[in-house]
């Protein structure tokens, strides 16, 4: 699609997406990287990267082994 537009096309496009962007209410990072890490820390709990899958629970668990004789 792009392809198809000429240079002036592409650059009024960029252009209305900057105006766009401009109007984003911006946080400092210092305040959003406090909520981020507070948010991960309340989740952590729940996690099954971080505390495991219950044995029971585990769709991926083995149900048996395979003998071939």
Same mark, same amino acid.
């Given at each position: ?10 650059? #009024? ?12 209410? #911006?946080? /400092? ?8 890490? *507070? ?7 729940? *996690? ?5 899958? /219950? ?15």
């Amino acid at each position: 699609m792009a392809q198809d537009l000429s240079e002036k096309e592409l650059l #009024r496009m960029e252009v209305e997406q900057l105006k766009k962007e401009v109007k984003n209410p #911006r946080d /400092p990072i210092s305040k959003t990287g406090k909520e981020i890490k *507070d948010y991960v820390e309340a989740q952590a709990g729940a *996690d099954p990267l971080l505390k495991g899958i /219950p044995e029971d629970k585990n769709p991926f668990k083995e149900k048996g082994t395979c003998v071939i004789s």
